[in-house]
């Protein structure tokens, strides 16, 4: 911590974004979805901290509810993309053959397609429901995964306890998901934390181009692209706060990541 207390300190934001999260409907001063049309576009003030939108809502009280739905979609979907791509790149880093070759090559179709551009086709295909988009950043994430656990398979499958669990019969299921598997999650954990960022910009643009999470409810990227019409005419507290709920999040997470990198592997422990 006396080392990187800006990485420490960004992890205090994640977990009070977290408990807000978690707290929202009790945090919220008012109903995220009420409106009301003589309160409409009012700046920031004591009532209203962040001021209102066209509709009369509450900015403060629906970036609050919105984190909710912005972290439940890139958490569950860093988590899919996760167990997917941890069994696809263990069988494939310790089995070799075909079924590397298989692997890899749908792998390296996935990931000829720029990623947000393969999410807006998915999203588009499926429907612009919570768990469709659920579903195209995992898809997207799922080769990251793939391709980390099979390199550090690749790498343990040759060390002498791993010989060794071989050679007192376990079974091959056995040597890969419970002597194996675990000594791979060191990297992946540092890249499940800096996708948290980047599947919450996700959710953000998808929502911002009109693919992602779909009004009324609450989305940081939504409410952006809601408040960019009104940069013009000077109501710059719409577009703002949201704005920003996003970039602080992200960059928490990125911070996070290399903090947690810096930790785990063992060479950057070996410098410092």
């Known amino acids: 911590l006396r080392r990187n207390p800006l990485s420490f300190g960004a992890m205090l934001v994640i977990l009070a974004i977290t408990l807000i999260a978690l707290f929202a409907p009790l945090i919220a001063p008012y109903d995220p979805n009420a409106t009301d049309a003589a309160k409409s576009l009012h700046p920031v003030s004591f009532r209203h901290p962040m001021g209102t939108d066209i509709y009369g809502r509450d900015i403060l009280s629906r970036v609050i509810h919105a984190s909710r739905v912005d972290l439940l979609v890139a958490l569950t979907a860093t988590l899919v993309a996760l167990s997917i791509g941890s069994v696809l790149g263990s069988l494939s880093g310790y089995t070799g053959g075909w079924l590397d070759h298989l692997v890899m090559r749908v792998i390296d179709t996935v990931m000829s397609f720029p990623s947000f551009v393969l999410a807006m086709g998915i999203t588009a295909a499926l429907g612009?429901?919570?768990?469709?988009?659920?579903?195209?950043?995992?898809?997207?994430?799922?080769?990251?995964?793939?391709?980390?656990i099979r390199g550090e398979m690749l790498h343990i499958r040759e060390m002498e306890y791993a010989e060794a669990a071989m050679t007192v019969g376990n079974p091959r299921s056995r040597i890969i998901f419970y002597h194996l598997l675990p000594n791979c999650f060191?990297?992946?954990?540092?890249?499940?934390?800096?996708?948290?960022?980047?599947?919450?910009?996700?959710?953000?643009g998808l929502s911002f181009i009109g693919l992602g999470i779909q009004p009324p409810a609450?989305?940081?990227?939504?409410?952006?692209?809601?408040?960019a019409t009104y940069i013009v005419s000077g109501e710059w507290w719409v577009f703002v706060f949201p704005g920003l709920a996003i970039m602080i999040t992200v960059l928490c997470f990125n911070m996070v990541g290399d903090a947690l990198r810096d930790i785990l592997d063992p060479r950057m422990r070996g410098i410092r």
Do not use: C, D, F
């Open 218 to 227: 609450s989305e940081w990227g939504y409410m952006t692209a809601e408040g």
């Open 186 to 204: 060191p990297p992946v954990i540092v890249q499940a934390t800096l996708a948290m960022g980047w599947a919450i910009l996700t959710v953000a």
């Open 128 to 148: 612009n429901k919570l768990a469709n988009v659920v579903i195209a950043i995992a898809i997207t994430h799922i080769p990251i995964y793939t391709r980390l």
